[in-house]
């Protein structure tokens, strides 16, 4: 499957950023999707994640409340939604294929090309 991400940009720390990543080649449905982010000088960490229907959902602690993921099997996207964003959160994103899940970056066969999200201060 091949993934577009799009989405980041540079906002204020409070701002709201909407990622999107759109799917092709297979049934998207079928994988469980994803979100990473990768800091300047840090290893990639898991982010968000959605199951097939996407009627379950996980996050990493430090954006709950904030972020929330979601998907649209009709149009084969995946989106995060990034409300009160903070400069901690500036990284590349990057959105994730798996069949079988879960919060480690191996288990995903499939990536996305990343998009930058800059919060300034």
């Known amino acids: 499957v091949q993934l577009q991400a799009s989405g980041g940009g540079l906002v204020q720390a409070g701002g709201s950023l909407r990622l999107a990543c759109a799917a092709s080649?297979?049934?998207?449905?079928?994988?469980?999707m994803a979100w990473f982010r990768q800091a300047p000088g840090k290893e990639r960490e898991f982010v968000a994640v959605?199951?097939?229907?996407?009627?379950?959902?996980d996050l990493t602690d430090s954006v709950k409340g904030r972020f929330t993921i979601s998907r649209d099997n009709a149009k084969n996207t995946v989106y995060l939604q990034m409300n009160s964003l903070k400069p901690e959160d500036t990284a590349v994103y990057y959105c994730?294929?798996?069949?079988?899940?879960?919060?480690?970056?191996?288990?995903?066969?499939?990536w996305g090309q990343g998009t930058q999200v800059t919060v300034s201060s």
């Open positions: 959605i199951s097939w229907g996407g009627g379950g959902t």
């Open positions: 994730a294929a798996s069949l079988y899940g879960g919060s480690e970056s191996d288990g995903y066969d499939y």
């Open positions: 080649g297979r049934t998207f449905s079928n994988y469980i």
